[in-house]
């Protein structure tokens, strides 16, 4: 394959980002429009002008191919359905708030072209996010990383290249619940990295406030691990043994001391109680986490519902 005989895929899932459209388009096409190419925007339910904006550019460029869903399903879920429409010899994933340059492409299809297989853009410094951000995004990847038997890498995000191999394995998976980071790592294809600077968010405001933020690394954790279980059986067995210790002093303070002054209390006796009464909602919480994982997965619907394809062939 020489330089440029190959085709490349972009996919841009979107919500709610009318103010961003443009502006990608104009620095993405600078560095796609060299190659042979399709970019295929994946609509996840906006409720704002993005539909039309995306629509305006479709109609002037046939390249420019547009994934409407009927609703909100979810960022991984707009991602694997830019990887099934995706035609290409390798696929760049890439959000549109331009926080992830664009012009990095040249250097990932570089790297790809020496025979790697998923290149990563890693981020260098991220100082124009807020703190808060830098040490959440910090805490998640260290997290993971204990926790999963798969190593995660850190401080990457969803801007990558894959090959059309890894594509095809990703399009066979039969996961509900995805967390591509991880199941592009579990392949264990041939990896590269390039770095850059992360840039603050071009418009709008960021669509992974706390909340999602939480659902997205529990998603993670339980896709990749079955460590919490074993974290709960191995404190069930703490606490156990501790209550066990409890029954001995309890005894030898009854029976073998009598004359010892018993101090009953029920302060002890409601902390206690209290503790451990959390204790277990708290494991009967990871324990249904992960049963709501199966009856997801056994329900077997569709990952998402496409309502409209523009410049789409199938």
Known sequence: MTTRDFHLS???????????????????????????????????????????EIKDECAHNPHIKLVRFSRNFGHQNALSAGYNF???DCVVSIDADLQDPPELIDQMIDAWQKGLHIVYAHRKSRTKESVFKRLTARLFY??????????????VGDYRLIDKKVVR?????PEYARFLRGLV???????GYVSFDRSPRHSGTTHYPLRKMISFAVTGITAFSTKPLRVVIYFGFIIATLGLM??????????????????TGWTALFVSITFFSGVQIVILGVIGEYIGRIFTQTQGRPLYLVDETVNIER
């Not at 961003?20 to 609509?43: A, C, G, S, W």
């Not at 798969?150 to 401080?155: A, C, F, K, L, M």
């Not at 394995?169 to 998976?173: I, S, V």
């Not at 309890?250 to 002054?261: K, N």
């Open 10 to 52: 972009v996919v841009i899932p979107v919500f709610n980002e009318a103010g961003n459209i443009q502006p990608l388009l104009t620095r993405l096409m600078q560095t796609v429009d060299k190659y042979r190419y399709e970019i295929i925007f994946v609509d996840d339910g906006s409720t704002d002008t993005t539909i039309q």
């Open 86 to 88: 995706a035609k290409g």
């Open 142 to 155: 260290w997290f993971i990383n204990q926790v999963s038997e798969v190593p995660i890498p850190t401080e």
């Open 169 to 173: 394995y990703l399009n066979d998976l």
């Open 185 to 191: 790592a579990w392949s264990g294809y041939l990896t």
């Open 246 to 263: 409890g029954m001995f002093y309890a005894f030898i303070r009854r029976f073998l001391l009598p004359h010892e002054y018993w101090v």
